[in-house]
T-cell receptor, first 119, second 116 residues
Framework: GAVVSQHPSWVICKSGTSVKIECRSL??????MFWYRQFPKQSLMLMAT?????????EQGVEKDKFLINHASLTLSTLTVTSAHPEDSSFYIC???????????????FGSGTRLTVV | AQKITQTQPGMFVQEKEAVTLDCTYD???????LFWYKQPSSGEMIFLIY??????QNATEGRYSLNFQKARKSANLVISASQLGDSAMYFC?????????????FGKGTRLSVIA
């Protein structure tokens, strides 16, 4: 249980275009979704926290106009990288906070990640 | 200041041997949670083990155990009887405070290589 389906797994796009990454909770309602970015051989860095029905909270240094997060329903959160550039190439992964009674993953579950390459 | 410190960028271990991956943390909260994840080359985050700050006993999950030393603020992962499939990146993470919708904060990770 507590599966988050993340798509696409990988994407290559041209510089200047936009890319949308979806995270869908399959068997639970994801009130809160966290979005992380991971550069090669580095750690996961939190980009933003999104709560269903409200604006996302972005971490310092993350451009909210560039990384648009939408969490319009309890089962879907999306991250859109707008006007992507080569420096945006990275591994993006979402994580959902599970309910207080969930023991799965000690309360957190992760999508499988999206490898974005901007050429 | 770094919340989670993993001082070992890389570790090697012989197959069937035990290995300890170090993790120290920094928090002023009394209530927090500590996690370990395995990340293979595919990128997925595989949950291994969890320790709550109020848990008196060290957590164990199969071949994984967490050596929790609260006074020293350390939460080392011990993998017993290493297998070739254990080769991966390992991340220590923390959630503080214990309740609420707070994100996990990750350390820089340790790359474990198991040698046949």
């Amino acid at each position: 249980g507590a599966v988050v389906s993340q798509h696409p797994s990988w994407v290559i796009c041209k510089s200047g275009t936009s890319v949308k990454i979806e995270c869908r909770s399959l068997d639970f309602q994801a009130t809160t979704m966290f979005w992380y970015r991971q550069f090669p051989k580095q750690s996961l860095m939190l980009m933003a926290t999104s709560n269903e029905g409200s604006k996302a909270t972005y971490e310092q240094g993350v451009e909210k106009d560039k990384f648009l997060i939408n969490h319009a329903s309890l089962t879907l959160s999306t991250l859109t990288v707008t006007s992507a550039h080569p420096e945006d190439s990275s591994f993006y992964i979402c994580s959902a906070r599970l309910g207080p009674h969930s023991t799965s993953g000690a309360g957190y579950t992760f999508g499988s990640g999206t490898r974005l390459t901007v050429v | 200041a770094q919340k989670i410190t993993q001082t070992q960028p890389g570790m090697f271990v012989q197959e069937k041997e035990a290995v300890t991956l170090d993790c120290t943390y920094d928090t002023s909260d009394q209530s927090y949670g500590l996690f370990w994840y395995k990340q293979p080359s595919s990128g997925e985050m595989i949950f291994l083990i969890y320790q709550g700050s109020y848990d008196e006993q060290n957590a164990t999950e199969g071949r994984y155990s967490l050596n929790f030393q609260k006074a020293r603020k350390s939460a080392n992962l011990v993998i017993s009887a290493s297998q070739l499939g254990d080769s991966a990146m390992y991340f220590c993470a923390m959630r503080e405070p214990y309740s609420g919708n707070t994100p996990l904060v990750f350390g820089k990770g340790t790359r474990l290589s198991v040698i046949a």
